[in-house]
T-cell receptor, first 114, second 116 residues
Framework: NAGVTQTPKFRILKIGQSMTLQCTQDMNHNYMYWYRQDPGMGLKLIYYSVGAGITDKGEVPNGYNVSRSTTEDFPLRLELAAPSQTSVYFC?????????????FGDGTRLSIL | DAKTTQPNSMESNEEEPVHLPCNHSTISGTDYIHWYRQLPSQGPEYVIHGLTSNVNNRMASLAIAEDRKSSTLILHRATLRDAAVYYCILRDSANAGGTSYGKLTFGQGTILTVHP
């Protein structure tokens, strides 16, 4: 089972560059999420999607954009990278959004902005 | 969002049981209690969840207080592979525009150290 797959695993960007973090899941989950985790901290929600074509902001959306054209894929776009976006990014998915549905996470993308 | 409180760190010896506590005094009636763990350099991993009754699965047991204001994750025989950060989270089925999105709110968690 592949589950949730994130690419790339590591990336170094220069200030002002842009990039897209890829996330794909093979569990036919409707709900997908992007989180970021700063060193020594818990995860914070950036964006989420409840199905293809439907996305919305989480707690820390500034500097990011998302799209959801298929059930499987939920890419995260960084425009004009800033040092404050240095973090580990995790994508997750779940079958539904109700309280008894667990989320399944990818292994993360470690991003450094220099 | 209802908050949870966990100890910053705990230690255990290998093959001994571990009881990880969590307080959630402001839990609402429809909040599920979820536990996730995060091994070094990996994404969070779902462990177990429950609503009112105690729950068991192949990884752990979850004991929920009768008033639901606290819970305990039980690892029956700790192994070195159980060393991780354990997060107790209330699964919020908040509505945004009428659509439930069930975000997870992560706190600091409990760092579990397992000694050989």
């Amino acid at each position: 089972n592949a589950g949730v797959t994130q690419t790339p695993k590591f990336r170094i960007l220069k200030i002002g560059q842009s990039m897209t973090l890829q996330c794909t899941q093979d569990m036919n989950h409707n709900y997908m999420y992007w989180y970021r985790q700063d060193p020594g901290m818990g995860l914070k929600l950036i964006y989420y999607s409840v199905g293809a074509g439907i996305t919305d902001k989480g707690e820390v959306p500034n500097g990011y954009n998302v799209s959801r054209s298929t059930t499987e894929d939920f890419p995260l776009r960084l425009e004009l990278a800033a040092p404050s976006q240095t973090s580990v990014y995790f994508c997750a998915s779940s079958y539904g959004g109700v309280g008894n549905q667990p989320q399944h996470f990818g292994d993360g993308t470690r991003l450094s902005i220099l | 969002d209802a908050k949870t409180t966990q100890p910053n760190s705990m230690e255990s010896n290998e093959e001994e049981p571990v009881h990880l506590p969590c307080n959630h005094s402001t839990i609402s009636g429809t909040d599920y209690i979820h536990w996730y763990r995060q091994l070094p350099s990996q994404g969070p991993e779902y462990v177990i969840h429950g609503l009112t009754s105690n729950v068991n699965n192949r990884m752990a047991s979850l004991a929920i207080a009768e008033d639901r204001k606290s819970s305990t994750l039980i690892l029956h025989r700790a192994t070195l592979r159980d060393a991780a950060v354990y997060y107790c989270i209330l699964r919020d089925s908040a509505n945004a525009g009428g659509t439930s999105y069930g975000k997870l709110t992560f706190g600091q968690g409990t760092i579990l150290t397992v000694h050989p």
